[in-house]
């Protein structure tokens, strides 16, 4: 089945640095998503990005499908902005409804 | 619009004995999928509903079944307890811009 895998598997960082966390995927999909899961367990969707690039406030997004990656850039993070980032990917010849995730990346922002 | 809602959050069970979890997906969407989340194993998925109709399944044993109801709410139930499903399930519905998920439940078993 498809792989998916997301570096770094951890990451420390001082308040205001700037991250960018990895997604490689081994076949074709038909959705790619972020999520932040918070402390209570919760996945918050941060991007849906299939291809192309997006950006909502300090965080962006970037996927090339055509190379089967994806990238999330963190700009001047905070403290609120820890915990596990999660990039989860739909397979293009599913028939929907079943994400496959990558085993995250804990963030860790130290003020 | 309200979001996707997982009750119960919390359970506590015995082992051997059976548990339903419900989860009512975002008005319109007619996808629900259910994912196990342990420290192990990482976010798992368990099965997908669209109308009412079971599309995919994950690698789970026949322990783990689920339904959906014509109003898309789906539940999961998980027959003769064993301690390593104490876990994090969490539901989703899918629409158009992708996968929206609950809050999660998470069982305890003991």
């Known amino acids: 089945g498809i792989q998916v895998e997301q570096s770094p598997p951890d990451l420390i960082l001082q308040e205001g640095a700037n991250s960018t966390l990895r997604c490689n995927f081994s076949?074709?999909?038909?959705?790619l998503q972020w999520f932040h899961q918070n402390p209570w367990g919760q996945l918050i969707n941060l991007f849906y990005?299939?291809?192309g690039t997006k950006q909502n406030g300090r965080l962006s997004a970037t996927t090339v499908a055509t190379e089967r990656y994806s990238l999330l850039y963190i700009s001047s993070s905070q403290t609120t902005d820890s915990g596990v980032y999660f990039c989860?990917?739909?397979?293009?010849?599913?028939?929907?409804?079943?994400?496959?995730f990558g085993q995250g990346t804990e963030l860790s922002v130290k003020p | 619009k309200a979001g996707v809602t997982q009750t119960p959050r919390y359970l506590i069970k015995t082992r051997g004995q059976q548990v339903t979890l419900s989860c009512s997906p975002i008005?319109?969407?007619?996808?629900v999928s259910w994912y196990q989340q342990t420290p192990g194993q990482g976010l798992q998925f368990l099965f997908e509903?669209?109308?009412?109709?079971?599309?995919n399944k994950g690698n789970f044993p026949g322990r783990f079944s689920g339904r959906q109801f014509s109003n898309s709410r789906s539940e999961m139930n998980v027959s003769t307890l064993e301690l390593g499903d104490s876990a994090l399930y969490l539901c989703?519905?899918?629409?158009?811009?992708?996968?929206?998920f609950g809050s999660g439940t998470r069982l305890t078993v003991v």
């Open positions: 989703a519905s899918s629409g158009e811009t992708g996968f929206y």
């Open positions: 076949d074709s999909v038909n959705n």
């Open positions: 509903y669209f109308s009412e109709t079971q599309r």
């Open positions: 990005i299939p291809s």
């Open positions: 008005s319109g969407h007619r996808s």
């Open positions: 989860a990917v739909d397979m293009i010849y599913n028939q929907g409804g079943k994400l496959i």
